[in-house]
């Protein structure tokens, strides 16, 4: 069993472009969390998404947007990308009605 | 507002002897706490969670406590083993919240064979 799978492992962008993050959840997961971690820090809440829908958002700017697709699989975007937003970016599944979430190995991004 | 305190934020032991990690929340109404292990380059790895109405668990050498009193929680880790060292992150779902959890600022562990 497949477990959270996120790509691309790497980018690099410069400042004002836009990128593009993806996420495949567990299987049988059907709530896609992404997380925002700085080096040195704890993962910051940017969204969640269930059934499609964005049910909750951390306080992250409208440049921060997210998709979900039927199969569950999710994307992040970022547009006009700043050099505060180097960061790693983690993306977390959960199974229907429960509390716990499981995390990818993350999407390292450097913005120069 | 939503707030998880950890300490310490490095802690170094000799192979063998035990690690505690301690976290502090500000919701009385928090109902879930789960603990990750984050080795480098690698995402966060569940070990072990924690609700509200069971004050203790453990699962082999590791074992979690919680005080709602007092709104604190803590990470035991037993007869540490090298491969323990990692950076360990303590975490509170937070009520009205779905499945929102915030993060501690995270605890580097050492394990010195």
């Known amino acids: 069993d497949a477990g959270v799978t996120q790509s691309p492992t790497h980018l690099i962008k410069t400042r004002g472009q836009q990128v593009t993050l993806r996420c495949s959840p567990k299987?049988?997961?059907?709530?896609v969390s992404w997380y925002q971690q700085a080096l040195g820090q704890g993962p910051q809440f940017i969204f969640q998404y269930y059934e499609e829908e964005e049910r909750q958002r951390g306080n992250f700017p409208d440049r921060f947007s997210g998709h979900q697709f039927p199969n569950y699989s999710s994307e992040l975007n970022v547009n006009a990308l700043l050099l505060g937003d180097s960061a790693l970016y983690l993306c977390?599944?959960?199974?229907?009605?429960?509390?716990?979430?499981?995390f990818g190995p993350g999407t390292r991004l450097l913005v120069l | 507002g939503e707030n998880v305190e950890q300490h310490p934020s490095t802690l170094s032991v000799q192979e063998g002897d035990s690690a505690v990690i301690k976290c502090t929340y500000s919701d009385s109404a928090s109902n879930y706490f789960p603990w990750y292990k984050q080795e480098l380059g690698k995402g966060p790895q569940l070990i072990i969670d924690i609700r509200s109405n069971v004050g203790e668990k453990k699962d082999q050498r590791i074992a979690v406590t919680l005080n709602k009193t007092a709104k604190h929680f803590s990470l035991h880790i037993t007869e540490t083993q090298p491969e323990d060292s990692a950076v360990y992150f303590c975490a509170a779902l937070f009520p009205g919240g779905y499945q929102k959890v915030t993060f501690g600022t995270g605890t580097k562990l050492q394990v010195i064979p």
């Open positions: 299987s049988g997961h059907d709530t």
């Open positions: 977390a599944s959960s199974p229907r009605g429960s509390e716990t979430q499981y």
